[in-house]
């Protein structure tokens, strides 16, 4: 049972728009920054996002990250094949004293 | 460029004894903190803990805490992780990565180890 809650998987066709969410509480998400980060198939994971919403450079500016209290999103608009993978948002726990992820989303561009 | 290089896959038998590495380039490995996170088959990205390699400073994940070791040798800008006494149950791979200068996020992942614990 991951520490912050993610949807198990979405969908969407080639060109649309999708969005990730990641909930949390006030002891992560509420008062820390939250990241996301993409793995596509048989890879490492990837930083996607930073600081709620900054894109390290070279990641388009497709991706975009919100946070809003307890709950963030990720958002990816023109969807390509190539987007296809696994996402996970992670931050920090400030009652653990440790980093945790969520339980990852699966992308299908159908 | 920065790179972070992990040490091959391994194979164990239960009880056995384990130590993998990390091996830091590109940058000042002594600056940043190195973190371990865990991924049994077919799972998500579990975080055991991290380490600051300049002075050894190691912090782990409660579910973490005591069932492995972190480790550095920051002559070499290496970063280990050990487990002893293996059990199927730690059949995973293991990534090391960077935490990014804010410390927090994992800006820069390793290639990833393979354990298989397998009598």
């Known amino acids: 049972q991951s520490v912050l809650t993610q949807p198990p998987s979405v969908s969407a066709a080639p060109g649309q728009k999708v969005t990730i969410s990641c909930s949390g509480s006030s002891s992560n998400i509420g008062n820390n920054y939250v990241s996301w980060y993409q793995q596509l198939p048989g890879t490492a994971p990837k930083l996607l996002i930073f600081d709620n919403n900054k894109r390290p450079s070279g990641i388009p500016d497709r991706f975009s990250g919100s946070k809003s209290g307890t709950s963030a999103t990720l958002g990816i608009t023109g969807l390509q094949t190539g987007d296809e993978a696994d996402y996970y948002c992670g931050t920090w726990d400030s009652s653990l004293s440790a980093g945790v992820f969520g339980g990852g989303t699966k992308l299908t561009v159908l | 460029e920065v790179q972070l290089v992990q040490s091959g896959a391994e194979v164990k038998k239960p009880g056995e004894s384990l130590k993998i590495s990390c091996k830091g380039s590109g940058y000042s490995f002594t600056n940043y903190w190195i973190g371990w996170v865990r991924q049994m088959p077919g799972k998500g990205l579990e975080w055991m803990g991290i380490i600051y390699p300049d002075d050894s400073d190691t912090r782990y994940s409660p579910s973490f805490q005591g069932q492995v070791t972190i480790s550095g040798d920051k002559s070499i800008s290496t970063a280990y992780l050990q487990r002893s006494s293996l059990k199927a149950s730690d059949t995973a791979m293991y990534y090391c990565?960077?935490?990014?200068?804010?410390?927090?996020?994992?800006?820069?992942w390793g290639q990833g180890t393979l354990v298989t614990v397998s009598s």
């Open positions: 990565a960077r935490l990014g200068s804010s410390g927090r996020d994992l800006d820069y």
